[in-house]
């Protein structure tokens, strides 16, 4: 099966979205049970954690966790947006940074100045784009950002989403209640495929899609520890409570490159399995032996694969023992956590 296609289905009671690539699983969503990343709450400050620059708040969802807090108070409501997932038993994470963020446009209220995509290069494009933009955002004091998404969008539609995400902000930020509650709701996987994946694509909508177009197949292959990569090789991908670890074997190659091949192949594919899986925390890449002179280039070939990732990826780099270390977000639902 060639070419791109979004199938938006359910998994199980859930709703759930996939972007099949060529015949390959290559992003997924599903919705969880905990507040999806995007929520905004009015919360209430709650104590102050001594030593780690930040304070726990009460929300409706639960206690939150907000880093590096200044001038703030036992008591004092807030407005803060959830930035990812909790690891089980952990405080839901969040920001005092709010995004109001669609297909074309991002409001960023904090952050004054008009902004576009630097994938955007032609200079008429821009031009027009900024047309557009300074029509509709008129006198308000909002910082925008035009996603790339925007080239060649017909500049109504343009319109419309600057106009919705700005509305919602205004309303967002002129909130003046007094006690914990959600004000805004985190985008379901139906919204966030149409928000996000904004490469061409044929679009499947009725029932039973995963089923017929290879998805629930490629999930029962995320669901285990093992994944094959290209000339022979694999991975097994194993999450624990402290951190997910990848080791990478080079399976019945036997050259003297096996290694490099190995490695290589899998700095190319692991943000893909990432995704699919809904991992993030600490990731330790237990690698295939090879020389350290190239590293370099396995570095290099991760860096390039992720530039195009999602989620947020901070690569740490190599301890002691040759394992490679990455810091991940945790902006997806588990796989593991979601029963078929």
Not at 104 to 115: H, M, Q, S
Not at 127 to 136: F, G, P
Not at 269 to 282: E, H, K, Y
Not at 311 to 332: A, D
């Amino acid at each position: 099966m060639k070419g791109r296609m979004i199938i938006l289905d359910h998994l199980g009671d859930r709703e759930a979205a996939a972007l099949m690539v060529d015949g390959v699983l290559e992003d997924f969503l599903v919705e969880g049970e905990a507040p999806a990343p995007g929520t905004i709450y009015r919360a209430r400050a709650d104590r102050p954690v001594k030593g780690q620059g930040g304070m726990f708040l009460t929300t409706p969802d639960g206690p939150a966790f907000l880093r590096q807090v200044k001038g703030l108070s036992p008591g004092q409501m807030l407005l803060v947006q959830v930035t990812g997932y909790a690891e089980p038993g952990k405080a839901i994470p969040v920001t005092q940074k709010l995004l109001f963020k669609s297909r074309y446009a991002i409001v960023t209220p904090d952050a004054p100045g008009l902004n576009i995509s630097r994938s955007i290069r032609d200079d008429d494009e821009r031009d027009r784009l900024l047309e557009v933009a300074h029509e509709t955002m008129g006198d308000l004091p909002y910082g925008l950002i035009l996603r790339s998404v925007c080239a060649g969008a017909e500049p109504d539609d343009i319109a419309e989403d600057i106009a919705a995400m700005c509305d919602l902000a205004q309303q967002v930020m002129d909130d003046s209640g007094d006690s914990p509650e959600v004000l805004s709701e985190g985008d379901a996987p139906h919204l966030l495929a149409w928000r996000d994946w904004a490469e061409p694509a044929s679009i499947e909508q009725d029932a039973d899609g995963f089923e017929r177009h290879g998805v629930l197949d490629a999930l029962d292959i995320a669901r285990t520890i093992k994944e094959p990569l290209t000339g022979g090789a694999f991975l097994f991908v194993e999450p624990t409570r402290a951190f997910v670890a990848v080791d990478v074997n080079t399976g019945q190659d036997t050259s003297l490159a096996a290694g490099v091949k190995a490695n290589i192949a899998c700095a190319k594919a692991l943000p893909r399995i990432l995704r699919v899986r809904g991992l993030g925390g600490q990731i330790v890449l237990d690698l295939a032996p090879m020389p350290k002179k190239d590293r370099r280039m396995f570095e290099s070939s991760l860096r390039a694969a992720l530039r195009s990732d999602s989620e947020e990826t901070i690569m740490l780099g190599w301890t002691n023992l040759g394992h490679f270390e990455l810091q991940r977000k945790r902006g997806r639902v588990a796989l593991m956590d979601v029963s078929r």
